[in-house]
């Protein structure tokens, strides 16, 4: 089992910046990859990033792509979400989420608040 924690949201004015953060324990070897999704309000549950933890290649939403940015600690099992330029639209609860495989997100996160006022 994998335990995920989020931290770091908050509510920001148009323009400002946020890092979020996501600390995993437990049997985080088997883990290949992790990401960042987000469900605003009334929405379904968007996929914002993704970072592969071998190589450390990452993929991003065509959304935020320019604006956030996916990295990775590992030493520390954490992984990160830096968000630049952020808009009302990113308002949102923020997941973070770890696969064992490609074609699956076997672990989640209990999300953190992100709030964008214009």
């Known amino acids: 089992q994998v335990q995920l924690v989020e931290s770091g949201g908050g509510s920001v004015q148009t323009g400002g910046s946020l890092t979020l953060s996501c600390a995993a324990s437990?049997?985080?070897?088997?883990?290949?990859?992790m990401g960042w999704f987000r469900r605003a309000l009334g929405k379904e549950r968007e996929w914002v990033a993704t970072?592969?933890?071998?190589?450390?290649?990452?993929y991003s939403a065509d959304s935020v792509k320019g604006r956030f940015a996916i990295s990775q600690e590992n030493a520390k099992n954490k992984v990160y979400l830096q968000m630049n330029s952020l808009k009302p639209e990113d308002t949102a609860i923020y997941y973070c989420?770890?696969?064992?495989?490609?074609?699956?997100?076997?672990?989640w996160g209990q999300g953190t608040q992100v709030t964008v006022s214009s």
């Open positions: 970072i592969y933890i071998g190589d450390g290649l990452t």
């Open positions: 989420a770890a696969g064992e495989e490609i074609s699956s997100w076997r672990y």
């Open positions: 437990g049997d985080t070897n088997r883990c290949i990859r």
